[in-house]
């Protein structure tokens, strides 16, 4: 019965690693059609839309990727998808403060992963499976297809996939067109595009938004420098 058992989950443990190594090699080549979190927010009452429409890295303002690693992953060029640095200070001060809320550390490679592969729960299970495909699209993709896949199905309001519909959303334009500051908008509302808006910034967005812009040329100097 054991051996039965053993062999049924061996089984299944291989398809798994199979299909997940398949798919995220399919994935390299062909956009992936819906995410779990897209079909989720379909079915809430309150969204019940998906707005989403496929663009390039090319199609897309070299200002948006530029304003969503300064925002969200300052070393995305550099990592192998984690940021051990700042997962440390994550934790150290998740530590100190509990019973507020949790300070993430995920990078783009991570939401990334989450969002093409996962559900969205802050269960260990699903965690560890994100380590697990943050490792494979590491593996298998580029840093650009990274990139591309994240500017493109990342949750950018309500029922709002991806940077043209985004682009579309808040400022009535292509993703091609978007200037500095509307790029930090946008990456200035990603950790909660449900409560925030990049057409009608709180004062909080606001600040977010000229700190993003202030840290872009940082980042940009670095690269001429490098």
């Given amino acids: 019965m054991l051996k039965k058992a053993l062999r049924i989950v061996g089984i299944i443990a ?12 399919l994935y390299r080549y062909i956009n992936p059609p819906i995410t779990l979190l897209m079909i989720s927010r379909y079915f809430d009452p309150e969204i019940g839309k998906i707005e989403k429409e496929w663009k ?15 925002s969200e992953d300052q070393k995305f ?12 200070k994550a934790a150290d001060y998740n530590a100190k403060h509990k019973g ?6 995920s990078t783009i490679s991570q939401q990334t992963a989450k969002n093409v592969f996962l559900w969205q729960s802050r269960s260990w299970f699903r965690k560890g ?11 298998f993709w580029s840093k650009e297809r990274i990139m591309e ?12 996939y991806g940077a043209e519909a985004a682009s579309q959303y808040y400022f009535h334009k292509p993703a091609a067109k978007l200037s500095k500051g509307e790029s930090a908008l946008i990456a200035a509302i990603l950790p909660n595009p449900l409560k925030w808006s990049a057409s009608k910034p709180t004062p909080y967005i606001r600040r977010k ?12 100097l670095k690269e001429i420098n490098n």
Avoid: C, Q
Avoid at 209 to 220: L, P, R, S
């Fill in 149 to 160: 896949v994240y500017l493109n199905v990342i949750e950018m309001g309500p029922g709002i």
């Fill in 209 to 220: 938004k000229v700190w993003i812009m202030t840290h872009m040329k940082y980042i940009e």
């Fill in 129 to 139: 499976l994100e380590v697990y495909f943050t490792f494979l699209i590491e593996i």
């Fill in 77 to 88: 060029e550099d990592h192998f998808g984690f940021d051990l640095e700042s997962i440390e």
């Fill in 14 to 25: 291989a398809a798994f690693f199979i299909l997940s190594i398949g798919t995220t090699i």
């Fill in 56 to 70: 390039s890295l090319d199609e897309i303002s070299k200002k948006l990727p530029l304003a969503v690693v300064t």
């Fill in 100 to 105: 507020k809320p949790v300070k993430g550390a």
